[in-house]
């Protein structure tokens, strides 16, 4: 078994080198441009971490400059927008204090430990205290960790609340009461345009903890809900309408972002579910140690009563062969009458979180077997022909060490996590459309950068896990380039809806993941 960077292909620091953002198509001559039907001069963009420009598992200056809507705002400069505010971080390490005491992990770094780059986070005191609070509005709403309905909820800025997960840490900086909402600071700015991405974290957070959420379609109180659920398609209806409408009441225009399928994101693509790679002789082995699981289970499910012809069944499912190369991982499920001794092998399409404890799997038979020496003396029991005790026979069903919920996404939640999707994209797509909003598929645009990548003017955005360029070290959010990306798009749909001619953005001038970090 393999450390998973085996896997992203890196062979050249090369393949790292950023640069600093620069804008192209810069004129002097602002009527070049025009607005159309839209008005940009007070651009106000609500939505989550994808918003405010998180990237590295942090929200850091360097991100937020690099955040999509503050690229939007400087394209928008050309077209008669005005001045684009943000709630800044005070450093680029990125973590948070809660009088002074840190609450939130500083970004991640690429570093080369032992010989292999792997993400590494980043040491050092951060500034940003929770309890300075800034004055004044913000253009950019975005929020780290929101769901829909906490852009609606009072008190979700409040300090008081962050220590029992009722407020945010990060829209407590900002807010401009203890008892203000996030869609009322932003509303209240009266913006003349404005862009809305949100749902995301109503089903990522379900998937990035390996489901071990609830799926709450047919619950229609978000309050019940907790940090990892998926929220009711209904539920995520109703709030999106409203947030529309508060935005929409005054403005021009807008644009709306649909939500990707996390599926394809480097978080669950990065580790194979085969991965547990096996020469002749230890494929040989586990197959032989599966073969004597069974035939204890049987043993086991007749001393509980079971028929024995019916013990005999239940148990073949755990004579499991094993190959020569990579095989699949075994992964814990919910033992039921069908498979009593709860795990089997994953499947194709199931996914590892990129989290996942790779020096357990490497190691420790995380995903397989723990053979320890007293199960191996109860193997060479029963390669002998001889019969273990009960207790010794015990120790062989416990030997069996499967990857645990948290660490994965089995079938049935990916169902799950598809399902909520689709309904709330059609939700998204349905009110842009009957409100007249610019419409951007991301859902599709990401399909696109994981499959075959997006050609740009000097190479290839792809998906791949640090290599690609698309995405930042945590797996889920976006490089500058990513959040470029997102706002040239974002351009192009405002342009062919209110008839503006905005200049999209060269996504190449835009920097991904380094080797070395610059801004410490």
């Given amino acids: 078994m393999k450390n998973y960077l085996k896997y992203i292909g890196i062979s050249a620091c090369a393949m790292f080198l950023s640069c600093e953002p620069e804008f192209d198509n810069q004129v002097q001559e602002n009527d070049i441009y025009v607005s159309g039907d839209a008005d ?17 598992n942090a929200l850091y200056i360097q991100g937020q400059e690099n955040s999509f809507p503050n690229i939007m705002a400087t394209k928008f400069e050309l077209v008669g927008g005005g001045e684009f505010k943000q709630p800044m971080m005070e450093d680029n390490l990125g973590g948070l204090l809660l009088s002074g005491q840190q609450i939130t992990e500083n970004r991640l770094v690429l570093s080369v430990t032992s010989g292999s780059p792997a993400p590494a986070i980043l040491a050092g005191t951060p500034q940003t205290e929770i309890t300075n609070k800034l004055s004044g509005s913000f253009n950019n709403m975005g929020v780290p960790g929101a769901k829909s309905f906490h852009l609606a909820a009072p008190g979700y800025g409040n300090p008081a609340g962050i220590t029992s997960g009722q407020a945010n840490p990060y829209f407590a900086r ?84 649909n939500i ?40 086991a499910l007749i001393q509980q009563g079971v028929p024995a012809a019916q013990a005999q069944a239940l148990a073949a499912q755990y004579a499991i062969t094993f190959n020569e190369g990579p095989n699949r991982f075994l992964i814990s499920v919910e033992p039921s009458q069908q498979n009593p001794f709860g795990f089997r092998q994953m499947t194709e399409e199931e996914l590892l979180v990129l989290t996942i404890d790779q020096a357990a799997l490497q190691n420790d038979g995380y995903g397989s077997v723990a053979l320890t020496p007293e199960v191996m003396q109860v193997l060479g029991i029963l390669q002998q022909g001889g019969t273990p005790t009960p207790q010794q026979a015990m120790l062989v069903l416990e030997a069996v060490n499967p990857i645990q919920d948290k660490d994965a996404l089995d079938a049935d939640e990916i169902m799950m996590v598809q399902t909520a999707k689709e309904s709330f994209n059609a939700t998204i797509e349905g009110l842009a459309q009957a409100n007249g909003l610019a419409f951007v598929d991301v859902d599709e645009l990401m399909k696109e950068v994981s499959s075959t990548g997006i050609v740009y003017e000097s190479g290839v955005m792809t998906s791949t896990f640090v290599t690609g360029g698309a995405f930042s070290l945590d797996g889920v959010h976006l490089t500058p380039r990513g959040y470029a990306f997102i706002a040239s798009e974002a351009i192009q749909s405002i342009n062919e809806t209110y008839g503006s001619t905005v200049p999209t953005v060269n996504i190449g001038n835009f920097g991904t993941v380094t080797f070395s970090d610059d801004v410490q």
């Avoid at 940009?40 to 590295?56: C, E, I, K, M, P």
């Avoid at 209240?188 to 998937?207: H, R, Y």
């Avoid at 959420?213 to 990892?228: F, I, K, M, R």
């Avoid at 399928?261 to 579910?273: G, Y």
């Fill in 40 to 56: 940009f001069s007070n651009f106000v963009s609500v939505g989550n971490s994808l918003t405010s420009g998180y990237a590295d």
């Fill in 260 to 299: 990707p399928d996390v599926t394809n994101i480097p978080f669950f693509t990065t580790v194979p579910n085969n991965a547990l790679a096996l020469d002749a002789a230890q494929a040989q082995g586990l197959t032989g140690f599966f073969q004597a699981f069974a035939g204890i289970a049987t043993q």
């Fill in 174 to 257: 900002f807010a401009s009461s203890e008892s203000a909402t996030v869609i009322e600071d932003a509303a209240s700015q009266n913006p003349t345009f404005f862009s809305l991405w949100i749902g995301n974290n109503d089903i990522l957070s379900f998937a990035t903890s390996g489901g071990i959420g609830v799926d709450q379609a047919g619950n229609l109180d978000p309050s019940t809900y907790g940090s990892n659920d998926i929220t009711d398609p209904n539920v995520f209806a109703s709030v999106y309408n409203d947030l529309l409408n508060a935005l929409n009441a005054n403005a021009s225009g807008g644009v709306v972002f």
